[in-house]
């Protein structure tokens, strides 16, 4: 999951296995971080309309991929 702060809008984006066209669905109601569990948290990072996926298999490989809207 992706919590966006307030800055950006807030919300929170559910990433998944990709089912047909779709890999995210976006919660804009969703206004706080969850805290039971525990959970790494990273800052947010704005890209700028670009899609960032890292996949890791022994090692960490990143791409890039613009977002078509």
């Given at each position: 999951m992706i919590y966006y702060p307030n800055s950006a809008g807030g919300g929170?984006?559910?990433?998944?296995?990709?089912?047909?066209?779709?890999s995210?669905?976006?919660?804009?109601?969703?206004?706080r971080v969850r805290r039971e569990g525990s959970y790494i948290y990273e800052e947010f990072?704005?890209?700028?309309?670009?899609?960032?996926?890292?996949?890791?298999?022994?090692?960490c490989i990143a791409s890039?991929?613009?977002?078509v809207s």
């Open positions: 929170m984006k559910e990433l998944f296995r990709k089912v047909g066209n779709r995210s669905e976006f919660h804009p109601e969703v206004r990072m704005p890209t700028g309309g670009t899609d960032v996926k890292v996949h890791y298999v022994a090692f890039f991929h613009m977002l």
